[in-house]
């Protein structure tokens, strides 16, 4: 049987299209590749000594925490930043790509003294982890932590998670230690499940403190409050999921 003219053009199409599939050593039901995963060294410091290579190493061959991020910044992917321990001195790290953060047990308090800044665009989200403090322009996503204000000395007033107006945070499952600063400013979009806030120290500015155009929804929280004359919520109302106390 004689093949048709005008189905000639598209399988010779077919044909060559599949031809560059099998010289590029790819088909097209391959999946894509897994996320990078850099774990950090304990007690590893300093920067990354080249950014973009794909590999976590300091100019001592180590992947400390800095290199990390710096790495995971520099790739067009997500990235998970796997921490096992150790002591993270005083560091302000800014996220401008899209990294996961993964502490557990033994590595909760190694992010204590850390503030992370999320640019706009980027995405930070953390897993079981004791935080400081955060500064949101982005997305950042924390369940299962610890949130201690540890950027806060006494008499200073910064707020622990500063969420911008082009930021949106969800924070679940976690515990806010308010002392000496107040939980958050949010000018942007806020979304606290499951939460239990801690009372602050005296005279500290109201735990939440909604800007205009800011919108903060609660559910399943409960915000303990500060002492007497202490307002717990400033600016606009935050709207209630329902079970908070």
Do not use: K
């Not at 790495?71 to 992917?77: D, G, K, Y």
């Not at 999320?118 to 955060?134: H, S």
């Not at 008499?155 to 000496?180: D, F, M, R, W, Y």
């Amino acid at each position: 049987m004689r093949t048709p003219l005008t189905t000639r053009p598209r399988r010779v199409a077919l044909a060559l299209a599949a031809c560059a599939l099998l010289a590029t050593g790819a088909t097209a039901c391959e999946p894509p590749l897994p996320p990078p995963v850099f774990t950090v060294d304990p007690d590893a410091a300093g920067a990354d000594a080249a950014p973009g290579n794909g590999v976590c190493a300091t100019a001592g061959d180590l992947c400390s925490l800095q290199a990390a991020v710096e790495e995971a910044n520099a790739l067009a992917t997500r990235t998970t930043i796997e921490m096992t321990g150790g002591t993270v001195p005083d560091l302000e790290l800014t996220v401008t790509g899209t990294i996961d953060v993964v502490a557990g047990d033994e590595a909760a308090q190694a992010l204590f003294w850390t503030t992370w800044i999320v640019a706009e665009g980027a995405q930070l989200t953390v897993t079981d982890a004791l935080l400081g403090r955060v500064e949101v322009d982005g997305t950042f996503l924390a369940r299962r932590v610890i949130i201690g204000g540890a950027a806060a000395g006494p008499g200073e007033v910064e707020p622990i998670v500063e969420v911008g107006a082009t930021g949106a945070a969800l924070v679940s499952n976690a515990h806010v230690i308010a002392t000496n600063a107040p939980f958050v400013t949010n000018a942007g979009v806020l979304s606290v499940h499951g939460v239990t806030v801690s009372p602050q120290a005296d005279g500290a500015d109201p735990i939440i403190t909604t800007e205009a155009g800011g919108q903060t929804r609660l559910s399943a929280t409960a915000v303990l409050g500060g002492p007497d004359g202490t307002d717990v919520c400033a600016g606009e109302a935050p709207t209630s999921y329902g079970y908070n106390l």
